[in-house]
């Protein structure tokens, strides 16, 4: 693919899509990991969805909000019972705060989650609340780190090439794996045949970039009955361009759910691509008298290689928590690493991580409950050492393993998001309630970034 035969980008700037907000309705991104909140600042985060924690986030003056659902990490039958839950909580807050709701899907730039179950879990409720979903707008981009859609076909950027999807190693998962690199064909195939490729419409980089609003608003309001749209990108103009025809299309009474990656987060709430985070915001948020924690759960091939970089750059003490001794004697290995981890912070940096080794059950279900154990493991051990010895930061590599941390391990249910630590990826929350308020927590997905990423990160928490 040759990005010289692409057609101009259209300009969209973000001040016009901010304009148009103006009496939209407020977004709540319901997040199947942390790491939707990379390209994103100064939007509040929920972790847990009591009707009283939406209301504080509807009373903040922001374009939207996220809930952190972690379903990624939960079997179909109970990811769908929690976003029916944290969707039913939504709206009964708005309801009583008297504001609209758009909900969108938020999950993989590389596809991997529960599709198209998430999105039909919330029309179900909404359409049991009187409401409909005319349409399902898929946008899964994640332009920071070189996903993009073009052609109706998803690639990740690699050093070499634009390498489609399905070649990847994130399409081999042995829990979301697929086979189709044209979205339209995932579609089908996720599905299982329910929705046909040929009833997706896709909306292309033709037709955002030579087009117009008013164009890509009448293709919208044809859109009924649930139908999936698919949206090309390639720059962020191209997103803008797609929601503020999503925008026109909802005020003349359409209504869709989205399903997105981190890109459309940034787009649908008016926020530009932001410089990392300041050193002099950073250096007021890490205590430099004391060390930080690592948490590493992340199994894909680039982690284990930035782990390694970073070994090459600093000293750190390394505790690992083997998979198959956490599947047969889990208390007391458990105990000893925590030990070794509690000593080992009084004098430095600490990695805190699973065995890179990747165990698989015999089928989706098994290998799901491995995850399950050995994630509950981590975040036991997390806890345990941050209770005991609390440390300077705590990075947590990996979606699952970042929403289990944040939840299980440090209890965080309220934070905001303050940006991040490297352009467009890699997040920092401020907690601003419960045992970790104050604690800088560092939202690190395990696909994002180069070899050198995660020594970068550090670098920068231990030098400002």
Do not use: M, Q, Y
């Given at each position: 693919m040759d990005p010289e035969s692409l057609p101009a980008v259209r300009p969209v700037p973000a001040a016009e899509v901010r304009q148009a907000l103006t009496g939209a309705r407020r977004v709540v991104f319901l997040d199947d990991d942390p790491t939707g909140t990379q390209t994103v600042r100064d939007l509040p985060v929920l972790t847990q969805w009591r009707v009283e924690n939406v209301r504080w986030a509807l009373r903040q003056d922001t374009a939207g909000f996220f809930v952190l659902t972690n379903t990624r990490s939960l079997a179909p039958e109970d990811a769908a019972a929690r976003d029916r839950e944290v969707a039913e909580a939504c709206l009964t807050a708005a309801e009583q705060e008297g504001v609209r709701l758009a909900f969108a899907s938020r999950s993989d730039s590389t596809l991997r989650g529960h599709f198209p179950l998430e999105t039909d879990v919330i029309g179900e409720l909404l359409a049991k609340h009187g409401g409909a979903m005319d349409g399902v707008v898929l946008a899964p981009a994640y332009t920071d780190?070189?996903?993009?859609?073009?052609?109706?076909?998803?690639?990740?950027?690699?050093?070499?090439?634009l390498q489609p999807v399905a070649d990847s190693e994130f399409a081999k998962d042995a829990t979301f794996g697929f086979r189709s690199s044209r979205l339209a064909e995932w579609v089908a195939e996720k599905s299982r045949g329910r929705i046909s490729a040929d009833e997706v419409v896709e909306l292309t980089l033709d037709d955002i970039r030579d087009g117009s609003t008013q164009s890509l608003h009448d293709r919208l309001t044809g859109v009924s009955d649930g139908r999936v749209v698919v949206v090309d990108t390639a720059e962020d103009d191209d997103l803008r361009a797609a929601v503020l025809a999503i925008l026109s299309a909802e005020r003349a009474g359409k209504s869709f759910v989205y399903r997105v990656g981190p890109s459309f987060v940034r787009a649908r709430t008016g926020q530009d691509a932001e410089p990392p985070i300041e050193d002099e915001t950073l250096a007021a948020l890490v205590d430099r008298e004391k060390h930080g924690l690592v948490v590493v759960g992340s199994h894909v091939g680039l982690t284990s290689r930035q782990l390694a970089k970073l070994g090459e750059r600093r000293d750190?003490?390394?505790v690992e928590l083997d998979v198959v001794a956490l599947l047969e004697r889990p208390a007391e290995h458990i105990a000893t690493a925590v030990a070794t981890a509690v000593a080992a912070l009084e004098h430095g940096l600490v990695v805190l991580s699973t065995s890179r080794s990747l165990?698989?059950?015999?089928?989706?279900?098994?290998?799901?409950?491995?995850?399950?154990?050995?994630?509950?493991a981590l975040t036991e051990a997390v806890g345990r050492v941050v209770a005991t010895r609390r440390p300077g930061f705590v990075v947590a590599k990996g979606g699952i393993t970042s929403s289990d941390v944040a939840t299980g391990s440090l209890g965080i249910d309220r934070a905001w998001v303050r940006g991040s630590l490297l352009p467009g990826i890699v997040s920092l929350w401020e907690p601003v309630s419960g045992p970790a308020q104050g604690l800088p927590y560092i939202v690190f997905a395990g696909n994002v970034g180069d070899e050198n990423s995660l020594a970068d990160v550090i670098d920068r928490l231990e030098t400002v």
């Open positions: 780190a070189g996903r993009v859609t073009i052609g109706g076909v998803h690639w990740l950027r690699t050093p070499e090439r750190f003490v390394n165990v698989k059950g015999g089928n989706e279900a098994e290998s799901l409950d491995i995850a399950r154990r050995v994630s509950a």
